[in-house]
């Protein structure tokens, strides 16, 4: 099974800043990577897939880039809705598996 | 407005049998996939099975495989989970998802490639205590 690892497991940011979150896959799974974003009480929402894709309806702050093994999702100008758990996904290969999750906090 | 809505969780001992079923309304159900995903408490999430477009195939998490069993009707839009055997590491909030492929279409589906999980239930919570 391949296994996704996210760093850091929380931070801390304010309204404005940039945040950058951190997948890492255990083998080559090229662009086949999706991001989720869970608010607390809630179910995930898709954010981004194909690592790069931005989901309809999500608004531009949000980019991902990577591919092979590692990959990234930053959010530029934080606003207080984007205070959550973050979630990147491999869409390569059965089983599909989730990082441990990464959750935004306000500072 | 799309809407999935889990139902047949509760509270079962080590050992016995839940049904879970998710009702779908709002888009195709003829989707790439439909899948159940579960989180346990304070925890991440975890896949846990998926059935393919129409009567495709089915696949599941190791953790489960042998002792669940999902299953959909397309007449009713409803997709079902059949948990036998559960154990106290089962209990979870089990969410219905629907798997979307955007970019490669059927040919690679049985990879799993090209599947991401585009809509969600609310979850149905399962409790599996003595």
């Known amino acids: 099974d391949i296994q996704m690892t996210q760093s850091p497991s929380s931070v801390s940011a304010s309204v404005g800043d940039r945040v950058t979150i951190t997948c890492r896959a255990s083998q080559d799974i090229s662009t086949w990577l999706g991001w989720y974003q869970q608010k607390p009480g809630k179910a995930p929402e898709l954010l981004m897939y194909?690592?790069?894709r931005l989901q309809s309806g999500v608004p531009s702050r949000f980019s991902g880039s990577g591919s092979g093994t590692d990959f990234t999702l930053t959010i530029n100008g934080l606003q207080p809705e984007d205070f959550a758990t973050y979630y990147c996904?491999?869409?390569?290969?059965?089983?599909?598996?989730f990082g441990q999750g990464t959750k935004l906090e306000i500072k | 407005e799309v809407q999935l809505l889990e139902s047949g969780g509760g509270l079962v001992q080590p050992g016995g049998s839940l049904r879970l079923s998710c009702a779908a309304s709002g888009f195709t159900f003829n989707i790439a996939a439909m899948a159940w995903v579960r989180q346990a408490p304070g925890k991440g999430l975890e896949w846990v099975s998926e059935i393919l477009r129409s009567d495709g195939p089915t696949y599941y998490a190791d953790s489960v495989k042998g002792r669940f069993t999902i299953s959909r009707d397309n007449s009713k839009k409803t997709l079902y989970l059949q948990m036998n055997s559960l154990r106290v590491e089962d209990t979870a909030l089990y969410y219905c998802?629907?798997?979307?492929?955007?970019?490669?279409?059927?040919?690679?589906?049985?990879?799993?490639?090209?599947?991401?999980?585009?809509?969600w239930g609310q979850g149905t919570l399962v409790t599996v205590s003595s």
């Open positions: 996904q491999q869409a390569n290969s059965f089983p599909q598996t």
């Open positions: 194909a690592a790069s």
């Open positions: 998802a629907a798997v979307t492929s955007p970019l490669m279409g059927g040919s690679v589906w049985h990879l799993g490639r090209d599947l991401y999980f585009i809509f």
